[in-house]
DNA sequence: TTGAAATTGAATTTCAATTTCATTTTAAGG
DNA sequence: CCTTAAAATGAAATTGAAATTCAATTTCAA
């Protein structure tokens, strides 16, 4: 993922550089957009939208839900945002700034999301797309088990139903 | 995944392995779920619950989508489905008697959705996982692209919005 | 056969995702 | 600084899959 610009956290400079962005794409930049990229990229991890609606409910209350939706969506069509789906189904959203790509270990005692990167990865992929005759545009690794805090509170391993 | 009886397609015993096994479990065999269970064990591929509830329907009217559901999800804790959930976020189910443990190759234009396996993965999942202190229960890899009909068809790739 | 416990299934609820639409705001052109 | 068309906003409504409720029914162990 290639950033047309180096937004850079808690910099002045951001509203005009989404300024700048958004009107290549016939897009208006609003107070609200402008807010809600602010608090967006100004955290980290991968967050649904009702958590990052309450942190821009917290600056600003009368930005409502459908905003914060609307506008994740659209930074995730101009690349500023990364949508995310895990094996629970919750839609989740990660800064694009925060890195380029990279694969997620997800801890099943206390919800952790870490990241990797790993090279090894790109070659085994490219070499099962031979095998069938893809052509591969991305992918999807998640690993699911126990961080080390968690593998050591309990022996026993509790399974949801 | 070990199954503990090797269930057979179209075998008549079927119904009575799953009485056992289901009964091991403190449940009941009702005739209801073993005409899902039968269906659903004939059939291959990657189905949502609507696609499953369709064709029991068809063969008998009277079940219930609710059973349906209710039925796919015990099926999966006794280990005869297995859930999947790709990036579109809808839960497909897949009989676990297809085959053990393997990832899927999904193709963006016609949704057809490949299986593999790679024993590169598993060796790749562990050093990812003592990097970073990690037990692993499970993985989920996932490729995305093109299978060579699609890849065909158009030069230019249409996107969703 | 009996009856407690489990299951069924239509209807309902839940809840996130998405859409609608009347009102407000933006930004480009005077 | 106005005007205005196009876009954005946000409350409310809608959608749709997943999950639950509950009265009626079925299962199965005794």
């Given at each position: 993922?290639?950033?047309?610009?180096?937004?850079?956290?808690?910099?002045?400079?951001?509203?005009?550089?989404?300024?700048?962005?958004?009107?290549?794409?016939?897009?208006?930049?609003?107070r609200q957009?402008?807010?809600?990229?602010?608090?967006?990229l100004?955290?980290?991890?991968?967050?649904?939208?009702?958590?990052?609606?309450?942190?821009?409910?917290?600056?600003?209350?009368?930005?409502g839900?459908?905003?914060?939706?609307?506008?994740?969506k659209?930074?995730?069509?101009?690349g500023?945002?990364?949508?995310?789906?895990?094996?629970?189904?919750e839609?989740?959203?990660?800064?694009?700034?925060?890195?380029?790509?990279?694969?997620h270990?997800?801890?099943?005692?206390?919800?952790?999301?870490?990241?990797?990167?790993?090279?090894?990865?790109?070659?085994?992929?490219?070499?099962?797309?031979?095998?069938?005759?893809?052509?591969i545009f991305?992918?999807?690794?998640?690993?699911?088990?126990?961080c080390?805090?968690?593998a050591?509170?309990?022996?026993?391993i509790?399974?949801?139903?």
């Amino acid at each position: 993922m290639k950033l047309k610009f180096n937004f850079k956290k808690g910099n002045a400079m951001e509203s005009n550089q989404f300024k700048t962005l958004i009107s290549e794409e016939g897009l208006k930049s609003t107070r609200q957009r402008v807010e809600i990229l602010d608090i967006f990229l100004n955290s980290t991890g991968h967050q649904n939208l009702a958590e990052i609606y309450a942190r821009v409910a917290k600056t600003n209350p009368k930005i409502g839900y459908t905003t914060v939706y609307r506008t994740l969506k659209l930074l995730t069509r101009l690349g500023l945002a990364a949508q995310r789906k895990f094996a629970d189904g919750e839609t989740r959203y990660e800064s694009a700034a925060e890195g380029t790509h990279h694969d997620h270990l997800i801890c099943l005692g206390c919800g952790k999301i870490l990241e990797f990167e790993d090279d090894g990865l790109e070659s085994l992929q490219h070499r099962i797309a031979r095998r069938h005759g893809f052509k591969i545009f991305h992918h999807r690794m998640e690993l699911y088990g126990y961080c080390s805090p968690c593998a050591h509170k309990k022996t026993r391993i509790r399974r949801k139903g």
